[in-house]
C-alpha cells in the first residue's frame, strides 16, 4: 500500500506532507536528525499499538467472564 492511499482522506496531514519534502538541500547531519525524529515517531506508534492491543484484550477477557 502506497503512503497516499493511507492518507488519501486528508490531504493535509503531516505524514503526507513530510513524504512529499524535498531533501535534496539538506546536509547529512540534518538527514540523520530526521531520520533520528522519525524512528522515536516510529517507536511512540509502535508502543501505542502495542498499549491498544493491550486494552482490548484486557477489555475482552473482561468482558468473557
Known amino acids: ?3 497516499d492511499d493511507l492518507f488519501a482522506k486528508r490531504p493535509d496531514d503531516p505524514v503526507k506532507q513530510l ?4 531533501i535534496d538541500h539538506l546536509s547529512v ?4 536528525g530526521r531520520i533520528s525524529a522519525l524512528e522515536a515517531e ?3 506508534c509502535r508502543s501505542k499499538i502495542k498499549n491498544a492491543i ?4 484486557t477489555a ?3 468482558f468473557k467472564r
Open 42 to 44: 516510529i517507536a511512540r
Open 54 to 57: 493491550n486494552h482490548r484484550a
Open 19 to 22: 513524504i512529499r519534502q524535498d
Open 1 to 3: 500500500m502506497e503512503p
Open 60 to 62: 475482552e477477557s473482561l
Open 29 to 32: 547531519d540534518e538527514l540523520e
